[in-house]
DNA sequence: TTGACAAGTGACCTTTCGTTCACTATAATA
DNA sequence: TATTATAGTGAACGAAAGGTCACTTGTCAA
């Protein structure tokens, strides 16, 4: 009937992996919960693999599109506070997002399993953040904002930090509030570090 | 024959967990490791759900033993040189120790389907490194090896960046070698930043 | 020497898994 | 209207999963 069950099988697919993994999530219960049998699941992917390809080649799209290119770069802020807030706007997103959250959640349970995904991971959780970081960084130099020092490693000093905060949202989302309070002190901390 | 049979299991449950993780693991190819057929293992545990409740209980108590006690606490360096060469003989350690490694991927993998893995997860991967570092840091305040701060924000903002690379020479163990390189760069760019 | 017990085997059980297939209902097309 | 492609069903499949059990073997204490 829908045309779309193709793809409201790979949001449920990024639901149930991301809470069970690939080997914990069955056919049966993917296609149950989309109102469907799970024969019916074969008339869309080939197989099982077949769907978690395809998830795949979608997170690695998505990340390419939003995060991996140039035009997204955050602008450089014309102060510190609005470093602080630019940064707290991106938090926010990245751990209210349920998509992103489950995303990231399907890395880190499958990242040794799947090269692929493996690849993706350090994207996300490690080198993607800081390479975003490291032109804001050096812009705040250039305008005087924070004192002279190497972006990329100020870059790395910056996100790996929230990075671990955000983890612990994903981990234990009950925490979240206070995961984010923490950011927001580290922030300001930083910029108490390194502002001018 | 062997009365370690018991241990031997564990052993390599955790070597399996930590690579298939515990969906992906099966009781035939556990025992087929240790040179035993399936039923074998029901005679030292009862279920597979048994020896990942051993395994944890394993885990937990390790960790209380050599990261959560008072006694274990790493001493106050007395240069600022030497505390770069303590964190790099600690992050070695942590890095190389095989267990130690299987150990981190298994909560990884895990942390999300159960509690006490979950728990365990975010004090290797957050509070515990950080709780380490807090006393050191404010003795090398007192020292007047490093300013004035926060200790608890100094070594939450020096573990994460460390912990972040540990991660990833757990997903990518051909970049260790970076990956430590990398460490030291921070741990000497950190104490650049802090040192007096 | 014998008896008891712990350790290990191999056959077997049930359940669940991913997958296939013949079939039906529907809706668009010729 | 007749045809055809698409989406979905339900029964069935073989393989593999976790687990049980009667049985054998080796060790050691009585």
Redesign the pocket.
Known sequence: ???D??ERILLAALEMFSRKGYEG?????L?ASL??????????Y????AIWNALLDRMIAYYGEHFGSAEHLPPVPDSLEDFVSMTMRMVNLTVRDEQIVKTRKVLTLEQYRDERARDLATKHFLTGLAEMFTPVLAGMMEKGLIRRDDPAMLAFAYTTPISALIHLCDREPEKTEEALRRIEAFSRHFIRTYGM
């Not at 109102?35 to 869309?44: F, N």
């Not at 080939?46 to 693999?49: D, G, N, Q, R, V």
């Open positions: 009937m829908a045309k069950t193709k999530t069955n056919i049966r219960e296609a109102g469907l049998v799970k024969s019916g699941i074969y008339k869309h080939e197989s099982k693999e």
